[in-house]
């Protein structure tokens, strides 16, 4: 398995317990959403499992391997991570953003080579922002950050990628197109572990479902499993409804009324 996750429990100091008893596992070619209302722990799941936080109780391990033994640069070959938002240090070129990301696989002080260069512009040319690549990263809109920051990850050539709604920011049609790559990467033996507010997404990708409650409860399993119209009612307290659609079978998540 490339993820296995144990018992894991998290709270803030002083503050009640956000998640508690959060199992499950993930392998290759395989796509898991998290889905939950603000505050329910959905980034602090993530940056445990990245290894940004340290949980209170639980064990995560990565191909088999517990995380908290782990160096940051083990951690990096095995995992990349997708934030909401990064604003870097320096005022990067785009290319330049997107190569660092070869660093895991380098000696110290050893620099990119030409080879890094084409893959980092084949990660952009993937995502269609090739034109970005000579730009500021600083002077990106929000949404192009996020597609950067995307080719970013998929130029560190990590199996299991962590992205914190990746589609935040984007415009409906750059969304439509980051789901389809989350599906390809799946389908080239990735494993892509992404957090939403949008039930519709799980149903687009037909995943794995974790679902986190403001009363610290996880349940995991597979989107027909997970997802029922009752739960998102309860989840969200709107009048939320699922819809089969005759042209391809796949369930619709829609608001009735407002």
């Known amino acids: ?37 603000n505050g329910v722990g959905k980034t602090t799941l993530l940056n445990c499992l990245a290894g940004l936080s340290k949980p209170d109780a639980g064990e995560i391990l ?8 782990l160096s940051f640069g083990e951690i990096a070959r095995r995992l990349a991570y997708v934030p909401q938002t990064i604003i870097p240090s320096f005022d990067y070129l785009v290319i330049e953003y997107v190569v660092a990301a070869s660093a895991p696989y380098l000696k110290t002080f050893e620099r990119p080579k030409a080879e890094h260069y084409l ?30 920051c995307i080719a ?9 990628i962590l992205m914190d709604e990746p589609t935040a920011h984007l415009d409906y049609g750059n969304q439509i ?4 790559i989350i599906r390809e990467l799946a389908q080239e ?9 949008n039930p519709d997404h799980c149903l687009l990708l037909q995943s794995q479902v974790a679902l986190l409650d403001d009363h610290a409860a ?19 307290d709107a009048d939320i ?15 009735r009324q407002l």
């Open 241 to 255: 409804r699922l819809t089969a659609l005759e042209d391809n079978g796949r369930k619709l998540c829609y608001v």
């Open 189 to 197: 033996g990735y494993c892509v572990i992404c957090t939403t507010h």
């Open 62 to 69: 990565l191909q088999d391997k517990p995380l908290s033994r």
């Open 218 to 236: 996880f349940s995991f399993g597979t989107h027909t499993e997970i997802i029922s119209q009752q739960t998102l009612q309860s989840l969200y």
């Open 152 to 160: 970013r990850a998929i130029m560190q050539r990590s199996k299991l």
């Open 1 to 37: 398995m490339l993820l296995s996750v144990h018992d894991l429990s998290f709270a803030y100091p002083s503050e009640p317990c956000l998640f508690k008893n959060v199992s499950f596992t993930m392998g290759e070619g395989q796509v898991l959403t998290i889905l939950g209302p």
């Open 177 to 180: 197109k980051i789901l389809k």
């Open 119 to 148: 893959q980092a512009e084949q990660a952009l040319r993937r995502l269609d922002i090739l034109h970005l690549a000579d730009k500021s990263y600083r002077n990106l809109s929000g949404g192009e950050r996020q597609q950067v």
